[in-house]
């Protein structure tokens, strides 16, 4: 079974930086694109950034030169480094990665529980 779990939301003032983590764990054969995507209350889940096996990145225009994604692969793990934070990025940010895993050998999306971000003074 493959799990990603999300880590590194919470409060934080206008400005500031937070940096969210998401480690996939489990029967994993092979991961390709992760990335992240958000949810506000009342609207719909959004692309915020994702980043290839190879390494390329693509990014949501409202977060582009503030947010940077990366990536380990050989620890399974995404990061999303959140910069110049705004109340409007107060959302539910949740990892998304395709895995292949040992007993199911085709990528399939797997999505992490969520971890809040609130941006406020």
């Known amino acids: 079974q493959v799990q990603l779990v999300e880590s590194g939301g919470g409060l934080v003032q206008p400005g500031g930086s937070l940096r969210l983590s998401c480690a996939a764990s489990g029967r994993i054969f092979s991961i390709d694109d992760m990335g992240w995507y958000r949810q506000a209350p009342g609207k719909e889940r959004e692309l915020v950034a994702a980043?290839?096996?190879?390494?390329?990145?693509n990014y949501a225009d409202s977060v582009k030169g503030r947010f940077t994604i990366s990536r380990d692969n050989a620890k399974n793990t995404v990061y999303l480094q959140m910069n110049s934070l705004k109340p409007e990025d107060t959302a539910v940010y949740y990892c998304?990665?395709?895995?292949?895993?040992?007993?199911?050998?085709?990528?399939?999306?797997?999505w992490g529980q969520g971890t809040q971000v609130f941006v406020s003074s």
């Open positions: 980043i290839t096996n190879g390494g390329s990145t």
């Open positions: 998304n990665a395709d895995i292949a895993s040992v007993d199911f050998l085709r990528f399939q999306g797997y």
